[in-house]
């Protein structure tokens, strides 16, 4: 008993216990002996071995046998199919099977790791195990036997064969190219075919592309079921494939068809005649890798990646249709470079979300010069079903290359581990063993986009131009050109129209612009102004009114202005629109004398009409002097846009205009009077005189009276009408806005031997309250010229000194020692408007004094 229970154990040691191995269902080739040709399995003159009986009603099939060459030596592996016909379950601790090799070693097969639990079959039941072996050095299956042995206390040794299984010299392990093998992966049943092999040259490399297509058969999501992919040549030289990193963690659907790419690099001498595709998986348990499903691939091709100007090329992310093309591709010069912008058009024509893998671009030119492209918009990128996405590219080619003939290179970077080193096979069709090292990085070609060459056109004022972008389609046009002045520099102010052109909404972003003067290598920051600000959403056919203003050194010439708009996206920056405009006019439009420049903005709608203008004659300079009427178009009161402006003279000089306006909103249909003044030269010359006028803006709002502005928009050159003044000849209506003041009458009194004159004066003071307006700091001075013709001052504050109302009493007195001489005699009342120091005659009037005898004392 002892010995009996010692060499059992034994035995069992050497036993494999049954279990599937997925996706091992392999045909051998036809014409092996022992066993009999089965017509219904069809991909390559599949065999169906001959059962062998183990006991009673219990058989045992050979279903398939794999080969797979390794370092510690060459593994097979095979599927037996036990098929129990009795009434009771049957032990399988009491059936083994022995490996015989054309050199006649013996070795037991040994169970893989997932299998271990699998020791009975039931009754009526059938059950697949499978084994492996190690065979050392044995290089194919080629006299191979398999023998079946069952537990026997009667048979020496305790173990009797009832039967072999003779892997036929012609047997395969590999499926027929083209044909379809049934099997399972992950315990789903599917249907496998291996479709392609395609060769790629880039880099001085040769990249081979292997795809197999595979059905899932079952109803559960099938994943990627972590095989190990080898491409095998006819010589036995073997080369670890990466998985497409399009196709990274796939998933196909229950009865869904998807094909799966795999790649490699292989050496450029590598024969690719009779190649293989074979599937190998980690046995956790045992620390081996065993042979899965081997397929015979089709002959190499090598596949045109040359995408024609315009073309559409498709390619393949998830089994999803991408439709890939590069449009609108222009060219300018900028310093030594020629500097390149198109837009790579994306549709996923699918009918679910795709991820793009990562992919590197760069220009390549005719001499194979490459330049690289940022592409970090596109990698990563994420399509929903049959949503298109533009990318903005840019690129930089010095202009000492040759500009015609350039492609964009699309190249996918796949990690891999590296492949064996060529020439690492044995001889004599010994297969290689795959050396594994480091994760390495594949660059593999997809697509080569020819640029067509086209110099980026200067835009035409008034002109509308179509474009698309990645935030959606439509036309702009530049409405006008402007340079003005601003403090110490010039604005120079575009003037773009954009217009929704698309059946659906055009959202645009919050924009920032740019301006460049004659491609010089430095841009400046430009202020934006929406006529409306609050319209971020256009309709379709709405369009927007946009203010582009840069800032530029008053002294500075231009040819080509260029503007850049750009929205973001998180925080990478995304062009909205480039574009060239020419130089060739400052569309400054002109507003006649007495004509009314128009503003519009929400809430701010109203016109603007020359009211006076006037000079301030001064010793050292001239002050001149405009006053406008602002009338408000609104329906509600609303605070008025600040007016800002220029005097320019005939000369072309300008000078900045300083403002008073009121800080009030203006009542519907209601005016405000608006004063702008500055200091000009006593030799400026007043003929065709003009008002440089515009409504300021700041943080792309318009700014309001009281508000600091950055600049302004919307000018026009108002003609002014400066008139001379012409002093009243008397004071019976003298005007000083917003006051009218009329003497009714004056006295001079004087005291014979006195040294004073008495004068007093009745005066009606009215208040125009018609407009509104700001500070006007103007001050009333009166001239006192006795008779003597001496003259003093005294500056009367209006509503203070002299008070509203009709017919009111001013009383004063002049002082001198020389008046104790006079006799009567005449004195004359000067009004005067100053301002900042300078002054206009209003009217003057003389007035008599009366003499007076000193009262006689009592």
Do not use: C
Not at 162 to 181: D, E, L, M, N, R
């Amino acid at each position: 008993m002892r010995k009996y229970q010692v060499t059992y154990a034994a035995l069992l040691a050497g036993t494999l216990m049954a279990g599937q191995l997925a996706g091992t269902v392999i045909s051998p080739v036809a014409g092996a002996a022992g066993a009999t040709k089965n017509a219904a399995v069809s991909p390559a003159a599949a065999f169906k071995f001959n059962s062998v009986p183990l006991s009673a009603g219990v058989t045992a099939v050979l279903e398939d046998v794999s080969f797979w060459s390794q370092a510690g030596g060459n593994i097979v592996s095979y599927t037996l199919k036990y098929t129990n016909s009795g009434n009771n379950s049957a032990n399988l601790l009491q059936v083994f099977s022995r490996v015989v090799t054309p050199g006649g070693s013996v070795l037991p097969g040994n169970p893989v790791g997932t299998n271990a639990g699998k020791k009975k079959i039931g009754a009526k039941e059938t059950l697949s195990v499978s084994y492996y072996v190690n065979v050392g050095q044995t290089a194919s299956l080629q006299g191979v036997k398999i023998s079946m042995l069952v537990w026997d206390s009667k048979t020496k040794g305790y173990l009797k064969q009832t039967g072999s299984f003779a892997i036929p010299a012609s047997y395969s392990t590999a499926i027929a190219a083209g044909a379809s093998q049934s099997t399972t992966m992950n315990d789903i049943p599917v249907s496998a075919k291996a479709d392609s092999l395609q060769l790629y040259k880039y880099g001085g490399k040769v990249y081979a592309k292997v795809g197999i297509s595979i059905t899932n058969k079952g109803n559960k999501v099938l994943g990627d079921p972590g095989y190990t992919a080898y491409l095998m040549s006819a010589s036995g030289s073997s080369f670890e494939l990466a998985l497409s990193s399009s196709q990274s963690g796939y998933k196909i659907q229950p009865q869904e068809k998807r094909s799966i790419y795999y790649l490699a690099e292989i050496p450029a001498y590598l024969k690719t005649d009779n190649m293989k595709l074979q599937f190998t998986q980690k046995d956790e348990a045992l620390k081996l890798e065993l042979p899965k499903s081997s397929y015979k691939l089709p002959a190499a091709t090598s596949p045109d990646l040359v995408v024609a100007s315009g073309a559409t090329k498709k390619i393949i992310v998830n089994s999803n249709t991408i439709d890939t093309q590069l449009r609108n591709a222009n060219v300018y010069a900028q310093d030594a470079d020629a500097v390149w912008t198109f837009q790579m058009q994306l549709k996923n024509t699918g009918n679910k979300a795709v991820t793009l893998p990562s992919y590197e671009l760069a220009v390549k030119s005719v001499k194979g010069t490459t330049f690289p492209v940022a592409a970090k918009a596109l990698s990563g990128l994420t399509l929903k079903p049959l949503e298109t996405k533009i990318i903005p590219l840019t690129v930089r080619v010095p202009l000492e290359v040759e500009q015609s003939g350039l492609q964009l290179q699309m190249i996918e970077a796949v990690g891999t581990e590296s492949a064996a080193e060529p020439g690492a096979t044995g001889g004599s069709g010994t297969a290689g063993s795959p050396a594994t090292a480091g994760a390495a990085k594949m660059t593999f070609p997809i697509a080569y986009y020819v640029i067509p060459y086209a110099l980026r056109a200067d835009v035409q004022t008034g002109q509308e131009y179509r474009t698309t972008n990645s935030y959606g389609s439509f036309a702009y046009s530049v409405q006008s050109l402007q340079r003005y002045p601003w403090k110490d520099d010039d604005i120079v102010a575009a003037k773009l129209r954009i217009t929704n052109t698309q059946a659906v909404s055009l959202t645009l972003p919050e924009l920032k612009g740019a301006i460049k003067l004659d491609n010089k290598n430095a841009s400046a920051a430009a202020d934006l102004f929406m006529t409306d600000a609050d319209t971020k959403v256009l309709a379709p056919g709405q369009y927007a009114d946009l203010f582009v203003l840069g800032k530029i050194p008053y002294t500075d010439d231009f040819t080509d202005l260029g503007i850049s708009l750009t929205g973001t996206d998180n925080t990478e920056i995304v062009p909205f629109l480039d574009l060239s405009i020419k130089n060739s006019m400052n569309n400054i439009s002109t507003i006649a004398q007495g004509e009314k420049y128009a503003i519009s903005g929400k809430g701010k709608n109203a016109s603007v009409q020359e009211k006076s203008t006037i000079v301030y004659e001064g010793a050292n300079y001239n002050l001149l002097y405009t006053e406008l009427l602002l009338s408000s178009s609104e329906k509600r009161q609303s605070k008025m846009a600040r007016l800002q402006a220029y005097f320019r003279t005939k000369d072309g000089q300008y000078y900045e205009a300083t403002p008073s306006q009121s800080d009030n909103g203006a009542a519907p249909g209601g005016q405000q009077l608006v004063v702008f003044w500055s200091k000009l030269p006593k030799t400026a010359d007043y003929s065709d005189l003009s008002l440089y006028l515009g409504t300021g803006v700041n943080g792309g709002k318009l700014s309001e009276s009281g508000q600091e502005t950055t600049g302004f928009v919307n000018v026009s050159s108002l003609l002014l009408a400066p008139h001379t003044n012409v002093p009243a000849g008397n004071l019976l209506s003298v005007s000083l806005y917003p006051y009218t003041i009329s003497f009714l009458a004056s006295e001079g009194k004087h005291v014979t031997a006195s040294e004073e004159i008495s004068i007093s004066f009745n005066y009606t003071l009215q208040r125009n309250n018609i407009y509104d307006s700001g500070a006007l700091e103007h001050k009333l001075i009166l001239q006192i010229t006795d008779p003597y013709g001496l003259s003093q001052e005294r500056t009367l504050a209006l509503g203070t000194d002299l008070t509203e109302g009709v017919n009111n009493t001013f009383n004063f007195s002049i002082n001198r020692n020389m008046y104790k001489s006079i006799e009567g005699g005449t004195y004359q009342l000067t009004l005067y408007d100053e301002f900042q120091g300078e002054r206009l005659k209003l009217g003057a009037q003389v007035y008599r004094v009366t003499e007076e005898r000193p009262a006689k004392t009592p």
